[in-house]
């Protein structure tokens, strides 16, 4: 993958710019720290960044490393990732980074979980279990399939093992108040 400078740098800064305060918006609802106020707030800027990809992949397809450079190709994953209100969107999306990834222009970690994602989102069963849900009693994994070949799957596209990833989870969550959530919304790259 190539790490020069994007060609796009403008579309980089704006990409950045709207994942940052989105992340700060999730980081703080896991947290249960917005009221309803910001937490409708919190929605329609989620739903506006879903606006803006999908303008972003219309005019440029995928905005991967070559495009925007990593960060912002990272920043566009993630409004991928919490485009949960347009499932059929989000599967689009997949279909663009896994040609992305193809090309090199891309990691394959992000296009497992937003697979992962549009999975669950669209009532399927999760494949590389990076989607998790934070319960008052604990972590849990969203629906997966043929479990006993996770970590084979997981290993295929550059993941950890599952034990070490509920690990980390919940190492950087034992201090949060418990509160309904997916922990994806919060930290998609811990699983």
């Not at 993958?1 to 704006?14: F, G, H, S, V, Y």
């Not at 606006?51 to 566009?76: F, S, Y």
């Not at 934070?134 to 849990?140: T, V």
Request: aromatic content about 4%; hydrophobic content about 40%; charged content about 25%.
């Amino acid at each position: 993958m190539m790490t020069a400078q994007p060609q796009q740098p403008d579309l980089a800064r704006e990409l950045i710019a709207r994942a940052q305060t989105s992340a700060t918006h999730r980081a703080q609802r896991v947290r249960n720290q917005l009221d309803a106020v910001q937490l409708g707030q919190s929605r329609h800027a989620d739903h506006a960044n879903t606006k803006v990809l999908r303008r972003i992949l219309a005019e440029h397809d995928w905005p991967g490393h070559r495009l925007v450079g990593p960060v912002a190709a990272r920043a566009a994953w993630s409004i991928a990732l919490h485009s949960d209100d347009e499932p059929d969107f989000q599967r689009a999306a997949t279909t663009l980074l896994q040609r992305a990834v193809h090309a090199g222009d891309a990691l394959i970690q992000h296009w497992a979980h937003l697979h992962d994602r549009a999975l669950i989102t669209s009532g399927h069963e999760q494949e590389y279990g990076t989607q998790l849900l934070l319960r008052a009693d604990g972590i849990e994994l969203c629906p997966l399939r043929a479990p006993e070949s996770l970590d084979e799957r997981r290993g295929s596209v550059g993941l950890p093992p599952i034990a070490v990833a509920l690990n980390t989870v919940r190492r950087r969550y034992t201090s949060v108040p418990h509160v309904e959530s997916t922990l994806a919304d919060a930290l998609p790259e811990a699983a």
